[in-house]
Every structure is written in C-alpha cells, then in structure tokens.
C-alpha cells in the first residue's frame, strides 16, 4: 500500500489560487512535482527530532544517529526537496518491504506509519501549515524507519557482545549510520555500496541466494525424511531410494545438489515418476549426488548412506534455513571491508585461508580446540614467525597430570619427556635444578619459574609456531600428530590451532625475505633451537565461525555447530 501511495501523483490545491494541478517530473531529482510546492520548506529542530524517535519503540535505539543526522544538516529535512518526496524513499519502502529475504522482520521498521503518514500528507488540500507538520514527521520517521532497518542489515540484529555468548571478540563493522544516510540521499560520496541498500559482502549476497532457495524447496514441499535404519551402498535397489531421490534430485531448490535444474523448486510431489525398478535402484546419478552432497557437509564422499550422512540428510529444512539467517547474522557483525592481506580460520570448517590483495593465495587443514577448551572468535595481528619453538607448559598441566611424577622423580621425568624449568625468559632464561623445587606444594601463585618442553620431534607445537600476540594466548602451530588431519572433524586442541603445512605457511608469510628460503627454514628447524622472525608487517588475523556459506549461485555448504553458537545466537535472534 505505502509503494502505491508513493507512485500515485499528489494533487494539492495551489497557495496562488490557481487551482489543482497534475503534478510534472522533477528534473533534479527525478520525483513527482506539484503545484503545491511553494513557500519555504520545512525545519526541524532537536527536540522535534528526539520526541518523535522516543514515541516510537522501534527506533528509540536510534535516536543517536538521527540527532547526528539532522545536526549535520541543520536540521533541514532530508526526505524531501520542494515538497516532494525524493525517489530514494520509494527504492527504500521497496528494500523494507522485502526485508525478509535477508532473514529480518520487517515489522521492526514501522512501515504502517509510513503508510498512514503518506495517506494523510496525499489528502492535506491547501492546508500549508498541516502539510509542513506531516512532512517534517514523515521524514523523522523514514530516518528513524532508515536506522532501524540500517543498524540491523549492516550491523546485526544481535550484539555479539550482548549475548550470553561472549566468545564473538571480532573487531565489529563501524559504520556510521548518519553518513551511511547522506551518502544514500546523495549527499556524500563513500566506496561502499550504501547508494543500492547493497550488503557489504559478497559473502553475505551468497547466502542470501541460498535461502531463497531453500525457502522455494520449502514452499513446494520440503524434502522427505528417511527411516532411521537406512543404509545404502551403491547398487542396492531398495524402496528407500526413491525417498533419497526426492531429497537430493526433488528440485535444485536445496541449495546443494548438483543437478543443473532451474532454481525455481519442483514440488517434491510432482516429481515425474520413474519406472518402479528404475527409481528404487541406487544408480550411478544419484550416487553422485550423494557424494556432491557430503563434500558439501564437509563429510568423506563415499557415497555410502548411513550414519553421519543420514543425520546430515535428515535435518529439516526449516533447520537449514535458521542456519544461513544466523550466518548472515555474522556476516554483518564482521568490518565493513577486510585488509587485502590477510589470513582467515573459519572453526567450524576445520580450514585456514590466506589472502593476497582480495584473491586466495593459500588453504589448508587445521586443527581447533575441544568443546570444553573451544578455540575463542576473535581477531589480532600475526607479527612472528617462531621456528623450532619451545613449549610452555600449561601449570594445569603440571598441576593435574606431572605433580605425583615430579615429587617421585624430578629430573627422570623431565628427562623422559625432553623438558626443563627455567627461570626467565627468551635468551636470558638459565636452567634450574627441579630437585630444589617443592613439587608437592607448589601452586600457580609460587611456581616462579616456567616448565618447558624442547624443541624437537617430541615438542607439543612441533616446528613451526605463529604468534599474533593477544589475552587469549591463542596462536597457531605444527604439531607431531600429522595423523590427525585425515580426521573429518577436528576439535582436539586444547584452544590453539594446529596447521597442517606450516613449513609451507612459513615460508609464505616471509616470502618478501631474502634471508628466509624453504632451505634456510628448514636448516634452522633441524638445529632445534627457537629463532623467533619479526614479520616484515603485522598481517591481520580473523578466527570466526561461520556453520554455512555458499557460492555465488546460492549453492550452500553446512558444517555441525561444534560450540553450540548458533543455538545460543538463535534464543536471541529468532525471539
């Protein structure tokens, strides 16, 4: 309703008394202009502005950026020029109205007031004084409709710092709404893409076209859920089949098969039925498409169907669409623009990437914390490259697990286990005997020293370590447990997180050094003695956690929320 009001002509009774006029097209700025567009315009003032941001709940959270707005203007409207409504209030009405499809609820932007506001403003006749009060309280209320639909696209519905899931510490998207306005209503220039109501991520459009697509499979029907016992290998023919059939080949509208079938969804009761032999048999198509889908799941393409991927095939598809919204969620929770260098961890991927001016220029596996030491999502600069490190031991570590081998026999245990305690640090540390230390009654608060492990084929963080200092005492490192990686889920860390290649990591981040070839960090590995490399320039470093992403076709990849983050941002998000 409020789009037909804003495209139909207002026909106002002129102050000359000529009469009413059609309204004609503004050459500036391309909206309707009538008769009725004399006198002066309309100010505002910050008490106006406040009043009505409070009276309505949606944007009381806003009423900081509309004070900066309209004081940086002051406090002349902005919606509109000689009266008329520029065209930027219809593109937004139609952003709103379709705010859904990112996930968010268009309820929260007030649209009814905006309809009702308009109505009366259309059928105010020759009342000057009362049009000049409607279009001052309608401009107030597209800002504040503007920032409460602005704040929640750009900067998320949920604070990540508010939640009882505090583990998001990813520097957060700045924007500044205010600017982000003017820039919409050509009033400032900026590189992003405020101008098109356009996210800020590719990543984020991704996914948007993903749950269009499941939302399609879902309104023509869903996928079916198979029994519990099922259990297929390639070549069977059983009744079952034909049920994976209308999961996977149902329609391309699940966002992860590999049939290249249009995106509309073919209602899962529609499907053409095959000769009964022919589509009960697990035949070479869908085998395929089993397999596309457990790549997608991140699961062994085996093609068998059991276990992990009759689980994974049976999440509902309601399940899935909460999914990519919470996901979008973080998306906008991350900084407007990423450095064009940097390395990225996604947790729940088990996968660590390294950009080079906006382009992937290394992957590779990785190995993150258990649910009870989960890794922290956070961000930092990697400033060393540490190679042939020691390793520090944990006092919980000394406390739980050596204390009764070290009051039987200090030096025997420290000897099997290739450590030493020193006291001091880095090349002022000096050896101390563990005999003259009270093993039995030490605490955290009096062991004065430092236990360590040395480096070589036993050491905890292998060859390589990389540090980018932080409160967490979180880095990445090698580990002697290479076997590890061929796991499919890989949360065995203590917190930090271990790479698979890091030779091949290292020698990357100092690619720019002369003084640093493969060769050479491979010959000072083999010496086993620490040599802490200061990078050339700090590299940022995101560790995040992201359980869906997609490509640039909405086709969606799933990953199990191994911290049980989703389910804490959804109590907030969804309620």
């Not at 209320?141 to 508010?162: E, H, I, K």
């Not at 909460?322 to 973080?330: S, T």
Request: net charge positive.
């Amino acid at each position: 309703m409020f789009l037909g009001l804003l495209s139909v002509p207002v026909l106002l009774t002129s102050c000359n008394g000529q009469g009413d006029q059609t309204s004609q097209a503004s050459s500036k700025t391309g909206t309707a202009v009538t008769a009725n567009n004399t006198g002066p315009e309309p100010h505002l003032d910050s008490v106006f502005v406040i009043r009505a941001m409070q009276a309505d709940a949606h944007f009381k959270a806003q009423e900081r950026w509309a004070r900066k707005f309209y004081r940086e203007r002051q406090f002349r409207l902005g919606w509109f020029k000689e009266h008329q409504l520029v065209p930027q209030a219809t593109t937004f009405l139609t952003v709103v109205s379709k705010a859904k499809d990112d996930g968010l609820e268009p309820k929260r932007y007030d649209t009814k007031q905006i309809t009702d506001l308009l109505a009366q403003l259309k059928s105010v006749g020759q009342d000057t004084a009362r049009r000049n009060q409607l279009e001052r309280k309608l401009d107030v209320t597209l800002s504040g409709s503007y920032f409460a639909w602005a704040s929640d696209y750009y900067r998320g519905v949920a604070n990540p710092r508010d939640t009882k899931n505090d583990a998001w510490k990813v520097k957060r998207n700045k924007i500044k709404l205010d600017h982000a306005l003017m820039t919409i209503l050509r009033e400032r220039e900026s590189t992003y893409p405020y101008y098109d109501f356009a996210p800020l991520h590719p990543e984020y459009n991704n996914l948007k076209k993903a749950l269009g697509l499941l939302r399609a499979r879902q309104s023509a029907g869903g996928w079916p859920t198979l029994p519990g016992t099922t259990h297929l290998k390639p070549g069977d023919a059983l009744p079952v089949v034909g049920l994976l059939r209308q999961r996977l080949l149902g329609g391309e509208a699940t966002g992860q098969t590999p049939a290249a079938v249009a995106a509309t969804a073919t209602p899962v009761n529609n499907v053409t039925p095959a000769p009964a032999a022919a589509a009960n048999k697990y035949d070479p198509t869908l085998v395929a498409a089993v397999k596309s889908f457990q790549a997608d799941l991140g699961l062994p393409p085996t093609g068998l169907v059991s276990g992990e991927t009759l689980r994974q095939l049976n999440v509902p598809i309601q399940a899935r669409i909460d999914q990519v919204i919470l996901n979008m969620e973080r998306w906008r929770w991350l900084p407007k623009k990423f450095e064009p260098d940097y390395l990225i961890v996604n947790i729940p991927e088990y996968r660590l990437r390294v950009f080079e001016q906006g382009k992937e220029a290394l992957t590779m596996r990785v190995i993150v914390g258990k649910t009870l030491t989960a890794t922290p999502v956070f961000s930092d600069k990697m400033e060393y490259v540490v190679l042939a490190p020691y390793w520090n031991v944990p006092f919980s570590i000394i406390d739980k697990e050596l204390r009764p081998k070290l009051v039987a026999d200090a030096q025997g245990t420290l000897d099997r286990l290739d450590m030493e305690v020193v006291k001091g640090y880095g090349r002022k540390a000096t050896v101390v005997d563990p005999s003259t230390i009270d093993w039995a009654n030490v605490t955290q608060a009096t062991f004065k020293y430092t236990m360590r492990r040395r480096p070589g084929p036993k050491n905890d963080l292998g060859d390589v370590k990389f540090i980018f200092p932080n409160s967490n005492d979180i880095y990445l490192h090698d580990t002697p447990h290479g076997e590890l990686f061929s796991q499919t889920k890989r949360n065995f860390s203590h917190g930090c997180v271990r790479v698979e290649e890091p030779v091949k990591l290292a020698t990357y981040l100092l690619r720019d050094n002369p003084n640093w070839s493969q060769p050479a960090i491979e010959d000072t590995i083999a010496q086993h003695r620490e040599k802490y490399i200061t990078l050339k320039e700090k590299l940022p470093v995101y560790l995040v956690y992201l359980t869906a992403w997609a490509d640039a076709n909405g086709h969606a990849h799933f990953r199990d929320d191994i911290y049980g983050h989703d389910q804490t941002l959804a109590k907030e998000y969804f309620n």
